[in-house]
Each structure stands twice: as structure tokens, then as C-alpha cells.
């Protein structure tokens, strides 16, 4: 079964404070739902129109738990934590099996 992940790049950090109660509120909702961050933040070499700025790479033993690790009710409660705090590009994407 491939694995899951999530994928997000952040194009502007506007609330700091609003990134930092989010990532709290997440970390205990990915790890409820058996998520291993792999990447978070770190150095980037952007290539063609890539984005620089902080990357975060979190994987699941499958697509369909990345799926509903994001629609818990724990990772609802992050998302309200960050609400406009950040503008970034957020995907969960399959791996390949």
C-alpha cells in the first residue's frame, strides 16, 4: 500500500505566534494519526519557480491516513490555531507503492 504525505510550503509566515500555537495543535494531531514528520523548515535550493521559503514533509503509513488524520477533529482545532497566521501550499499527495 503506498504511502501518504503531507506537503506544505509556505509562502509568508505573517503571525508567528499563530504558526507556533498551529504547529503544537498539530504535532499532537499528526502523531495521534501515526504521521512522522520528516521535514520541517531546514535548508532549500529552489529550482525552475520552486519556493525557498519553510517546507514540511510529513509521512503516513498510507494515503488514506493522511487523508483522515487532516479532516480529525484535532487537526481541525490546529487549523482554527493558524486560521490566517500563514499563506502557504498544502497538499497530501499518494507515494508511489
Same mark, same amino acid.
Given at each position: 500500500?503506498?504511502?501518504? &504525505?503531507?506537503? *506544505?510550503? &509556505? ?8 504558526? !507556533?500555537? &498551529?504547529?503544537? $495543535?498539530? =504535532?499532537?494531531?499528526?502523531? !495521534?494519526?501515526?504521521? @512522522? ?5 531546514? @535548508? +532549500? +535550493?529552489?529550482?525552475? !519557480?520552486?519556493?525557498?521559503? =519553510? ?12 487523508? !483522515?488524520?487532516?479532516? *480529525?477533529?484535532? &487537526? ?5 490555531? $493558524? *486560521? ?14
Amino acid at each position: 500500500m503506498p504511502k501518504g &504525505y503531507w506537503v *506544505s510550503v &509556505y509562502r509568508t509566515i505573517k503571525d508567528p505566534e499563530k504558526l !507556533a500555537a &498551529y504547529n503544537k $495543535l498539530a =504535532r499532537t494531531a499528526v502523531e !495521534a494519526g501515526g504521521g @512522522r514528520t520528516i521535514v520541517r523548515g531546514g @535548508r +532549500v +535550493v529552489a529550482h525552475d !519557480a520552486g519556493i525557498a521559503e =519553510r517546507t514540511v514533509l510529513v509521512e503516513f503509513d498510507s494515503f488514506e491516513q493522511a487523508v !483522515a488524520t487532516h479532516e *480529525s477533529a484535532a &487537526y481541525r482545532e490546529a487549523l482554527v490555531a $493558524l *486560521s490566517d497566521g500563514v499563506e502557504r501550499d498544502f497538499r497530501i499527495v499518494e507515494g508511489v507503492d
